[in-house]
């Protein structure tokens, strides 16, 4: 006789819901027994008379341990009346009538088989999780429901959930369950955030054992890592409290799963992932500690394909994981970090809909006809921007035409349980008799890595290769011929075991009648392009430091010294990663799997992959305009040969360069320029009939000397200067030179240049001996302007500004003559300037 749970006294109610309707929500705590009961009630009250129950888990390990406890309550072995289908694993029978398998797995029976045949019941369980695949399951089935199945029963549950919004998708009640029958205190530990997370559990598990331990420990870790590193940090502390040491992740074998879970003498110390936060039971837990920590789906932007990244639990799964101690007795929890940074946490992990790579999910719908995800009704719709980056990236990848049907590539695609880019990748690999090749390939770049540290981030490959992935082919090969050859080479086996399975099942989803390859090498490299059409990049070597990738769309990054592509001008750029530096505000992306391409080989994404041009365009390097001819791949440059001659932008680009630059840079003397144009100006204010030359007119001047040139150098000789007083006709030049002449000559003989100033009368300089026998200045712009006389002292510094050189001698220079003489001895200072006779300028140096 089954032990009782909490939800059995829901049961009642569950029966009577369905009776009145196909679709049901429940809500049930952790510890509810929602995951075996519920199931087996469907089948045991009649509910599905025929057909068969399908149980979607979120993870695999979930899907089995839940069938084998469903069986174990009917008592009978799993494959019977209860089974499961996982990815690699099937227990299921003729007999079967209550399947578990993964979302991912429901998905791709509702694509080869749409009408879901032969199937009652659909129980989504765990929805809370709102992985990709759960809503996209959602969707199809409410979809299927309405059109041609209204009798299929649809159940949604979940320990943490929001049922009213999911009641309203299905046009269902809500109903709830309590769980968890027994308190569980909870403690905040919080660390320093300095301090290894391995630490941290080791002294929670050492304040547990000193405050009353009596049971097993379930240690929530967010990944394989941190459960390696937890394992060596807690040995001891463990040994010492007589706790058995177990590990649970998602990518252990079955075997040692159960092996981890399985009741034993002894108390133990299990260090688990998230997958035992759900649908699992795991006898006598007294005690979590929670790290806060999951390392959850996301969408890396550079390989464009899924990972993993590490981030912090929502409160839903913090009440999950506290659960997990209180299901047979009172039981503690420690969470490592503290109150108020859970209560600023999300109460829900916000669907992976709304954060994930959607081509995967958009190509699934073309299964259904469905040309775009607006034909779908959905719980919470995906964002429209998300659904437009999938729809372009299907049609890249040739999986869609234009108007977005299915096209036979898209089709084989479809039957590839992959990413639709690792999918295109083996497809492609078919096609040129590289599939096997293709098939490891995709493992391999799908899967974690083989090594647990990747040599390719470290020091330079010895051996040159097409492709880096190359070096993993062979690297699986070796392993596989001699197991010994992963621990020598620090080969993770339970990852090389993994890449193995995934490369068989699907070699077998591709057709093998394609000749073989005679270039294999090339070959996987042009499937890999096609797989990876917007990663093309040029390589730019560097003395002394990484080579450089200018990548096709615009950025840049570095190839790994370890890569093994050496010497190719142009890579596909395959995975990466971001590398802080201490001391740089951004991070480095670091290129490190690429495989060497030909420039020819992006003809084969298209007539239009290729487009060439005429560029012209001003290099202020060297500050010319050139012409190149150029053939792009989506701005990224291929190829470039300089073209002859002039072409007619050239002139349009040398005069906005040059008008930016300023004209005085295309004259010998700056200086000279401006005052010649202050010299026209000054002849045009007072001669009305005369053209004053502005701004303006230099810069349409400078404009039409960039007429047949390409050059700052060929502007520069041919002298702008030159240029303007060609502009103005023989009659305004010799005005110019009469009104404003450049220099005049005193009556002593002294020459003197005459200074032109736009907002200051035009003036002289000079000692003021020099204007000795004069009672009256020079003047310009025939006789009508006088000069503005500065009268220096021998020291050169103006002891006068005038232009009343009479008033001058006769108010002024008197007293202005005694301070001289005292200062001055040795120079004359007459007592009538008037009458006096003014040094000869040939005799002392000439002075301006």
Not at 246 to 264: F, K, S, T, W, Y
Not at 341 to 357: G, N, S, T
Not at 732 to 739: F, T
């Amino acid at each position: 006789m089954p032990e009782p749970l909490p939800i059995d006294a829901l049961l009642p109610e569950i029966e009577a819901a369905l009776r009145a309707g196909p679709n049901l929500v429940i809500q049930a705590d952790p510890g509810a027994g929602k995951t075996t009961r519920v199931p087996a009630q469907l089948l045991a009250r009649g509910l599905v008379p025929v057909g068969e129950i399908v149980v979607a888990q979120p993870r695999r390990l979930a899907a089995r341990m839940a069938a084998q406890r469903v069986a174990e309550q009917l008592g009978e072995p799993v494959g019977r009346t209860v089974g499961y289908q996982v990815r690699f694993e099937s227990r299921v029978s003729d007999a079967t009538r209550i399947r578990f398998v993964t979302e991912g797995l429901l998905v791709r029976r509702l694509r080869d088989d749409p009408g879901l045949r032969g199937v009652a019941a659909v129980v989504l369980d765990e929805f809370h999780e709102r992985h990709v695949d759960t809503d996209v399951a959602l969707a199809l089935l409410r979809r299927l429901q309405r059109l041609r199945r209204p009798e299929l029963r649809l159940l949604v549950m979940s320990a943490t959930l929001d049922a009213e919004p999911v009641a309203a998708f299905l046009d269902a009640s809500a109903l709830r369950s309590p769980g968890r029958r027994h308190p569980v205190a909870i403690e905040h530990r919080p660390g320093r955030s300095d301090r290894p997370l391995e630490s941290q559990v080791a002294e929670a598990l050492r304040h547990l054992g000193a405050t009353g331990l009596d049971g097993s420990v379930l240690v929530f870790l967010p990944g394989a890592r941190e459960i390696r590193r937890c394992a060596e940090a807690c040995e001891g502390v463990a040994r010492g409290l007589g706790l058995e040491r177990g590990v649970l992740h998602g990518e252990l074998p079955a075997a040692e799963q159960d092996r981890a879970i399985a009741a034993g003498p002894r108390p133990k110390l299990i260090l688990s992932t998230n997958v035992a936060e759900t649908s699992i039971t795991i006898e006598g837990i007294a005690a979590v500690i929670d790290s806060g920590l999951v390392r959850r789906p996301s969408h890396d932007p550079w390989s464009g394909l899924p990972t993993l990244t590490l981030a912090k639990i929502a409160r839903a799964s913090a009440e999950q994981r506290a659960g997990r101690a209180g299901r047979t007795r009172a039981g503690r929890c420690v969470r490592l970090y503290a109150e108020h940074d859970l209560q600023r946490r999300p109460a829900f992990d916000e669907p992976e809909l709304h954060r994930l790579d959607l081509a995967g999910a958009m190509l699934d719908l073309r299964a259904h006809d469905l040309r775009h995800a607006s034909e779908l009704a959905w719980l919470d719709a995906p964002p429209a921007a998300a659904v437009e980056a999938a729809e372009v990236l299907l049609r890249r990848l040739g999986a869609t035409d234009e108007a977005g049907a299915l096209t036979e590539d898209g089709r084989r695609m479809l039957r590839v349980p992959a990413h639709p880019r690792l999918a295109r990748l083996l497809v492609e690999a078919q096609r040129r008799g590289v599939a096997s090749w293709g098939a490891t390939a995709a493992a391999l770049l799908g899967e974690r890595p083989l090594r647990r540290h990747d040599p390719r981030m470290g020091e330079a490959a010895s051996d040159a290769r097409a492709a880096d992935v190359l070096a993993d082919i062979e690297l699986l090969e070796a392993v596989a011929r001699d197991p010994g050859e992963a621990r020598r080479r620090g080969v993770d086996r339970n990852a090389a075991q993994r890449v193995q399975r995934v490369r068989r099942q699907l070699a077998d989803t591709v057709e093998r009648r394609a000749p073989r390859s005679e270039a294999p090498e090339d070959d996987l490299c042009l499937a890999l392009l096609h797989a990876f059409p917007d990663r093309v990049a040029r390589v730019e070597v560097r003395s002394g430091a990484p080579d450089r990738l200018v990548l096709a769309g615009g950025g840049e990054a570095e190839l790994s010294p370890g890569s093994a592509v050496h010497g190719a001008e142009l890579v596909v750029a395959v995975a990466a990663e971001q590398r802080h530096d201490p001391g740089r505000r951004a991070p480095r992306t670091i290129v490190r799997s690429a495989a060497a391409i030909e420039p020819e080989w992006l003809l084969e994404l298209g007539d239009d992959a290729l487009v060439e041009e005429i560029r012209v365009r001003f290099d202020p390097r060297t500050e010319r305009v050139d012409a190149v001819a150029q053939t792009r791949y989506e701005g990224l440059v291929i190829d470039s040969t300089p073209v002859r001659g002039v072409p007619p932008e050239a002139s349009a680009l040398l005069r906005e360069a040059a008008l930016a630059r300023g004209a005085r840079a295309f004259v010998a003397d700056p200086a000279a320029l401006d005052d010649w144009l202050r010299r026209v100006a000054f002849a045009a204010a007072h001669q009305p009939e005369l053209v004053a030359l502005g701004d303006v007119e230099v810069e349409r001047v400078l404009g039409t000397m960039c007429e047949g040139r390409t050059s700052f150098a060929q502007l520069r000789e041919a002298d702008l200067l030159a240029h303007l007083r060609a502009e103005l006709p023989p009659v305004q030049l010799a005005a110019v030179e009469r009104l404003a002449p450049t220099r005049i000559t005193l009556a002593g003989g002294r020459s003197l240049v005459v200074r032109y100033e736009l907002d200051r009368p035009p003036w002289v300089e000079s000692r003021l001996q020099d204007f000795f026998g004069s009672t009256q200045g020079p003047a310009v712009a025939g006789g009508r302007v006088p000069l503005v006389l500065h009268l220096l002292a021998p020291n050169r510094r103006a002891v006068q500004v005038t232009t009343d050189l009479a008033g001058f001698w006769e108010r002024h220079y008197p007293e202005l003559r005694r301070a001289l003489m005292r200062r001055y001895p040795k120079h004359g200072w007459p007592e009538d300037p008037r009458t006096a006779t003014p040094p000869d300028p040939g005799g002392r140096r000439r002075r301006r």
